[in-house]
């Protein structure tokens, strides 16, 4: 097995008996996670690579703290959020909850690589995006958390320090909210998306 398919775990294990310099292989397997993360609550480049690189010294720093009861991306998250949060809480910046359309541009790189429908994936990944703009708070953060974090309820439910059944009924509703969106403001988008 090469170093980089090595379990989360195990790479950790590395770095807390001595190995610092394996924290590089989690930086290079989080790297954008983060840094779509980041985006999301701000739309300065600059702020977001400092933000992002202030999030992986916080985590290598606390690293020891972490106690393996939850997926790494989820403690990540967490470290990622409170670091968004202090940070634009100094400068006094506006939080932008969701991605602006530059964001959706990079997930969709990562995502599907330079492919001849990314126009098209943009435009329909950014439409999706203002409509969850348009949702509160809490459900713009359970749909961001399981759809693009891709965390489970549980994980879910350990961030927005709810019970995983809680968290099951706010996504639901979530979704059905989202759909109102996008059925009374994209109602032509989304029929052109399903005669494609």
């Given at each position: 097995m090469t170093t980089s398919g090595q379990p989360d775990e195990q790479i950790?294990?590395?770095?807390?008996?001595?190995?610092?310099?394996?924290?590089?292989?989690?930086?290079e397997r989080y790297q954008n996670y983060v840094f779509t993360l980041v985006l999301r609550f701000t739309d300065n480049r600059e702020d977001a690579e400092e933000i992002a690189q202030d999030t992986f010294v916080k985590a290598y720093r606390s690293l020891a703290d972490f106690r393996g009861d939850s997926k790494f991306s989820t403690w990540l998250?967490?470290?990622?959020?409170?670091?968004?949060?202090?940070?634009?809480r100094k400068k006094k910046l506006n939080i932008q909850s969701l991605d602006n359309e530059r964001t959706s541009l990079q997930v969709e790189n990562r995502e599907s690589g330079f492919n001849a429908n990314l126009v098209e994936q943009k435009s329909k990944h950014a439409m999706l995006n203002r409509a969850i703009s348009m949702l509160s708070p809490d459900d713009a953060q359970v749909l961001n958390l399981f759809y693009i974090g891709d965390q489970t309820?549980?994980?879910?439910?350990?961030?927005?320090?709810l019970d995983p059944n809680t968290v099951k009924v706010k996504l639901h509703r979530a979704r059905q909210r989202l759909k109102q969106k996008m059925e009374t403001y994209f109602a032509h988008e989304v029929r052109e998306i399903h005669t494609d």
């Open positions: 950790i294990n590395r770095i807390l008996n001595g190995e610092q310099s394996a924290f590089a292989l989690l930086v998250f967490t470290i990622t959020r409170t670091t968004c949060l202090s940070f634009l309820l549980d994980e879910i439910g350990k961030i927005m320090r």
